[in-house]
């Protein structure tokens, strides 16, 4: 089964609008940790958010915020006030405290296109 | 302080040559892993090391991929002999052993990797 789904290939999204890319996983484990990361058309790998699974209040950065549903195994990334240069993959990920070291299983990603 | 350095950024070599791929982490972080990256595959974790012990390697694709870390500032990915379905994006990331987002890994900017 897969751990991290990403049901979105791809998504467009109007500049100056918000969007909600999508992340469900998959544990057995009480302890884990929920990663965001933006991989733009250069190719690097950009950390942008990280909600543990204890944390009571959902993470926010900056424009990205966390819809963290914990019964639901959710995770979904909200963007506020889009811009050009969010236009990119998204990455969910996840790493479980049982797991024997800092492994972080990877979600297939999510393609946003941000339309001027 | 200087992130996770790859090198080289690019590479293109002809089928059947020995290809290696050179990591340097973050200094401080005890875990090092390398990916794969294609639009087939998505991101595949290929191995990691835990204080340059290899701890997982069951990403590894065959015995023609081989990696090693004989110090904590230094790792490298050998593929012999390289074959055209090598051609990938390959990887290093980085993590604490400890800290507030456990897990994080920081990334390289990675290597472009073509085999003719």
């Known amino acids: 089964a897969q751990k991290i789904t990403q049901t979105q290939p791809g998504m467009f999204v109007q500049e100056k609008e918000a969007v909600t890319l999508d992340c469900t996983y998959d544990?057995?484990?009480?302890?884990?940790?929920l990663f965001w990361y933006k991989q733009p058309s250069s190719g690097e790998m950009i950390f942008l958010i990280y909600?543990?699974?204890?944390?009571?209040q959902n993470a926010t950065e900056g424009r990205y915020s966390l819809n963290f549903q914990k019964a639901r195994k959710s995770a979904n990334l909200v963007i506020s006030a889009s811009q050009l240069g969010d236009s990119a993959m998204y990455f969910c990920?996840?790493?479980?405290?049982?797991?024997?070291?800092?492994?972080?299983?990877f979600g297939g990603g999510t393609r946003l296109m941000v339309k001027p | 302080d200087a992130g996770v350095i790859q090198s080289p950024r690019h590479e293109v070599t002809e089928m059947g040559q020995e290809v290696t791929l050179r990591c340097k982490p973050i200094?401080?972080?005890?875990?090092l892993f390398w990916y794969r990256q294609t639009m087939m595959r998505g991101l595949e974790l290929l191995i990691y090391?835990?204080?340059?012990?290899?701890?997982?390697d069951s990403g590894m694709p065959e015995d023609r991929f081989s990696a090693k870390m004989p110090n904590a500032s230094f790792s490298t990915l050998k593929i012999q002999p390289s074959e055209p379905r090598d051609s990938a994006v390959y990887f290093c990331?980085?993590?604490?052993?400890?800290?507030?987002?456990?897990?994080?890994?920081?990334f390289g900017p990675g290597t472009r990797l073509t085999v003719l």
């Open positions: 990331a980085s993590s604490p052993t400890s800290g507030a987002m456990w897990g994080e890994q920081f």
């Open positions: 544990t057995s484990d009480p302890s884990y940790g």
């Open positions: 909600q543990g699974s204890y944390d009571q």
């Open positions: 990920a996840m790493r479980e405290v049982n797991n024997a070291g800092n492994m972080l299983t």
């Open positions: 090391f835990n204080n340059n012990v290899p701890i997982d």
């Open positions: 200094s401080g972080h005890d875990y």
